[in-house]
């Protein structure tokens, strides 16, 4: 894909390309190579010498038994840039194994300081993480459950530029239960620590005192989540969590609400809201995020779905109407109309789009 440059935002024309092999390997396994390259194709004075270029090569393994007892992932990267000649690399490696009664897994994953992606997404690199699991299931003979489990997951970071310094651990304990009327329900704690490098408002709320940087926090916070049976005309997902947040305390609900009235009908109403609490001087915020959403099918041709959105966060009103026409098979014709709004003070348009999509197969 060549892009165009925009000179009045010192936007480059670049190249972005991508080339993948793979290769299978015993009964259900495969190995992957890749190639990838990003690249003006043009010298500007705007453009520094480290993002004139970001290229990756790659290795990728991926496991899978015949029996789908063990599976795995591993993998080797080496990014590419110019003036970058070290702490390049991504590695990483998880196996994990499956039976009746346990689900054992051990992975662990290393990014270097100076490995870069730009046509991926690195959540953070000068890290070496490791995430194992135990889970032991639990089937009874009798009774309304069907299953349940018991499981523990620790997730540890280091950061290896700092001596291999412990930034962060979360230790998840679950218990979950599946009915033979196919609900579900869930407990969940959630033991966490950070260092947290610089000060930061986790409210994004303006003008107010971040909480301090520099400084460990040691919080616990406990989770519920009940999933009705799917199966019915109207379901629900309810999920509750309170503890500790920082040096603070955050309560969060979150519910979802179905209603389906097949083939022709069926819409959900999502809900989110986060109660935060911190000491003073710090800010406190209430945050809503509220989503519904409706599908009708008019035959097996004609579709059409609207999802509206708004965030209190973002102060956000959105709406997203698509209409869908398959005039022939995997050949669509969309038409997507998006809205958004201010709601802060004044309730205004923010800006608009009207888009217009064709899909063809070519059976040929």
């Known amino acids: 894909m060549q892009t165009a440059e925009d000179l ?10 991508v080339i993948t092999a793979q290769y299978k390997l015993f009964s259900r396994s495969n190995l992957s190579v890749m190639f990838i390259n990003k ?3 043009k010298d500007y004075d705007f453009v520094e010498d480290e993002n004139r270029f ?28 110019q003036n970058v000649n070290d702490k390049d690399i991504s590695s ?22 100076n490995f870069r992606s730009d046509l991926g997404y690195i959540k953070r690199t000068d890290v070496f993480k490791i995430s194992p699991l135990v889970q032991r299931t639990f089937w009874p003979k009798k009774g309304k459950i069907q299953k349940h489990s018991i499981s523990v997951m620790p997730f540890f970071l280091w950061k290896p530029e700092l001596n291999f310094k412990n930034s962060d651990y979360t230790i998840v304990t679950r218990w979950q239960a599946e009915f033979q009327n196919t609900s579900k329900l869930e407990f969940k704690m959630f033991n966490r620590y950070t ?45 509750p969590s309170i503890g500790k947040f920082y040096n603070g305390e955050k309560y969060s609900f979150q519910a979802q609400f179905t209603l389906r009235l097949q083939p022709y009908f069926s819409s959900s109403l999502q809900i989110n809201y986060d109660n935060i609490n911190l000491p003073n001087p710090y800010p406190d915020a209430s945050v ?4 519904p959403k409706i599908d009708i099918t008019f035959n097996k041709s004609l579709f059409w779905a609207t999802f509206v959105q708004y965030s209190s966060q973002q102060n956000n009103f959105s ?14 014709l969309f038409i997507v109309y998006n809205d958004n709004y201010f709601t802060e003070n004044v309730f205004a348009p923010r800006f608009r789009s009207f888009n217009l999509k064709l899909t063809y197969w070519l059976n040929v």
């Open 319 to 332: 709406i997203n109407t698509r209409l869908q026409w398959r005039f022939a098979p995997l050949s669509d």
């Open 288 to 291: 809503w995020l509220i989503g």
């Open 195 to 239: 260092h947290l490098y610089e000060s930061f408002d986790p409210t994004s709320t303006d003008g107010a005192e971040p909480i301090p940087g520099d400084k460990n926090y040691y919080y616990t916070s406990y989770e519920v989540k009940y999933n009705s049976d799917q199966r019915n005309t109207f379901s629900y997902n309810l999920n």
């Open 92 to 113: 990483g490696a998880s196996t994990e194994y499956f039976s009746r009664n346990w689900n054992l897994r051990f992975g662990a994953v290393f990014v270097g300081e």
């Open 39 to 41: 690249q003006a194709t």
């Open 54 to 81: 970001n290229r990756v090569f790659g290795f990728d393994y991926r496991l899978a038994s015949k029996d789908n007892t063990w599976v795995g992932k591993y993998f080797f990267h080496k990014s590419f840039s």
């Open 8 to 17: 009045t935002n010192e936007i480059p024309t670049t190249n972005n390309a």
